[in-house]
């Protein structure tokens, strides 16, 4: 049972370029989120997928776009790179939870995570 | 504005004691909270989960207990091995996950 496979694990790139990390979920998985982990940082939520449309968003600037495809994969793109994008990309996969208890969250299973530098 | 807070940046514990890991919330609308372990060079691996209408869960080794009142969630780990030293972040929410910034737990042999 493959697990949530992204790529490229590590990448640089220069002020101003663009970027776009993949990621695959984990079998059986139809929810894509996507967090950024800045240095001596928590993972923070960029924004979920779900049925090929972003059904949430956190507090990142429109640079910061995604995608998802009808096999349940997802991109994300970020234009206009500055230096403090660079951070470890972590994607997560889940079940949507359409119905059941209240208080119960779908666990979301992680990849590796993309290295981005920017410099 | 941290809504999660993990106090302790990191922990040394020797083997076969207890390791508590330690979490603070201050949101009461956070319905679900999950331990991860990561190590260097991998992504977070779930470990165990709570929803707030429990206050305890319990797996092998890891148990996490939630105080609704104090908001306030730990997980034990017993007994500590040298695997497990990680770096454990407590998350919290439902769609999406806030995370802490994690406490680093260095099992000592």
């Known amino acids: 049972d493959a697990g949530v496979t992204q790529s490229p694990t590590h990448l640089i790139k220069t002020r101003g370029q663009q970027v776009t990390l993949r990621c695959s979920p984990k079998s059986g998985h139809d929810t894509v989120s996507w967090y950024q982990q800045a240095l001596g940082q928590g993972p923070q939520f960029i924004f979920q997928?779900?049925?090929?449309?972003?059904?949430q968003r956190g507090n990142f600037p429109d640079r910061f776009s995604g995608h998802q495809f009808p096999n349940y994969s997802s991109e994300l793109n970020v234009n206009a790179l500055l230096l403090g994008d660079s951070a470890l990309y972590l994607c997560a996969s889940s079940l949507a939870r359409l119905a059941g208890p209240p208080g119960m969250l779908e666990t979301q299973y992680f990849g590796p995570g993309t290295r981005l530098l920017v410099l | 504005d941290q809504q999660v807070k993990q106090n302790s940046p990191s922990l040394s514990v020797q083997e076969g004691r207890i390791s508590i890991l330690n979490c603070d919330y201050t949101n009461s609308m956070f319905d679900y909270f999950l331990w991860y372990k990561k190590y260097p060079a991998e992504g977070p691996t779930f470990l165990i989960s709570i929803s707030s209408i429990k206050d305890k869960n319990e797996d092998g080794r890891f148990t996490v207990f939630l105080n609704k009142s104090a908001k306030h969630l730990s997980l034990h780990i017993v007994p500590s091995q040298p695997g497990d030293s990680a770096v454990y972040f407590c998350a919290a929410g439902n769609t999406p996950l806030v995370f802490g910034k994690g406490t680093r737990l260095s099992v000592i042999a």
């Open positions: 997928y779900y049925e090929e449309e972003e059904r």
